[in-house]
């Protein structure tokens, strides 16, 4: 059985990433003492690259990846939100339709 989370259980989790960062890294070559690692992020409407020391690698990685949880959890709190939006609005009495008019239409001629 598949039961879903309570939405506040959800925005703890949100709550708990410590660590957030947009983009990819990426190896951009081999060099002698290792691999040159590169970030690429979309910011301001540009595309921003920047090199990343091998020792920070490991601490962007885990940035990265808790972007990645953070956009899952919102999604998955969004769904939730939406469902519940949905089910209510769907629970909720129709506006009564108005009463037609006492007076016939007429057309007018394209004369």
């Keep these: 059985m598949n039961t879903k989370p309570a939405p506040h259980s959800l925005i703890e989790l949100i709550s708990q990433i410590s660590r957030?960062?947009?983009?990819?890294?990426?190896?951009?070559?081999?060099?002698?003492?290792?691999?040159?690692?590169?970030?690429?992020?979309y910011e301001n409407g540009r595309n921003i690259s920047r090199y990343v020391p091998?020792?920070?690698v490991p601490e962007l990685k885990e940035a990265l990846a808790g972007y990645a949880q953070?956009?899952?959890?919102?999604?998955?709190?969004?769904?939730?939100?939406?469902a519940q939006t949905r089910a209510a609005l769907a629970g909720s009495k129709k506006k009564p339709s108005r009463p037609p008019s006492s007076s016939p239409k007429t057309r007018k001629s394209s004369n």
Excluded at 25 to 35: A, C, E, F, N
Excluded at 70 to 77: A, K
Aim: charged fraction near 20%; proline fraction near 8%.
């Design 20 to 41: 957030m960062e947009r983009g990819t890294i990426s190896v951009l070559r081999q060099g002698p003492k290792g691999p040159y690692y590169n970030h690429q992020c």
């Design 54 to 56: 091998p020792e920070q």
């Design 70 to 82: 953070y956009r899952q959890l919102t999604d998955q709190y969004a769904e939730l939100i939406i």
